[in-house]
Structure formats: C-alpha cells, structure tokens
C-alpha cells in the first residue's frame, strides 16, 4: 500500500526561518516607511515574506535590499 504522507523534520523547516521576522506594519512603522512600498517590493519578487500567523517579512533582509544594513 502506497503511504502519501510527506514526513517533514522540524529542525529542517526551522532553519529555513529567520529570526528576525517581523509584521509589514511593524516594519513600516520601525523604520518610517509606507507598507505600499513593501508590498512592492515583495510583488517585485525583491524580499520574501513568511506565513507565521499573519504574512512577515525578514528586517535584515529588507534593510540589505534597501542598502540599508544596520
């Protein structure tokens, strides 16, 4: 009998995740942005975003595409 069930191991998905992910709104405040310009860049295919509840982004990501690097 064929099992189809995808096994994941944990540490795999967790490493996969930064660890500075923050919401588009708390980003945009943070750093005095608009959040249209974030959606933007993420529609641009310039930064990724995360499903963790509700849709994040990467700060240090963001800030490295911006030029930004704090």
Same mark, same amino acid.
């Given at each position: 009998?064929? %099992? %189809?069930?995808?096994?994941?191991? *944990? =540490? #795999? +998905?967790?490493? *996969?995740?930064? $660890? $500075?992910?923050?919401?588009? @709104?708390?980003?945009? +405040? @943070?750093?005095?942005? @608009?959040?249209?310009?974030?959606?933007?860049?993420?529609? %641009?295919?310039?930064?990724? #975003?995360?499903? #963790?509840?509700?849709? @994040?982004?990467? =700060?240090? =990501?963001?800030?490295?595409?911006?030029? *930004?690097? =704090?």
């Amino acid at each position: 009998m064929q %099992n %189809n069930v995808i096994k994941f191991s *944990r =540490e #795999r +998905l967790i490493s *996969r995740t930064p $660890d $500075d992910l923050m919401s588009f @709104k708390d980003f945009a +405040l @943070k750093h005095q942005m @608009k959040i249209g310009y974030l959606y933007k860049l993420h529609s %641009n295919g310039f930064i990724r #975003r995360y499903k #963790r509840g509700v849709w @994040k982004i990467s =700060e240090s =990501e963001v800030l490295s595409v911006l030029g *930004r690097v =704090e």
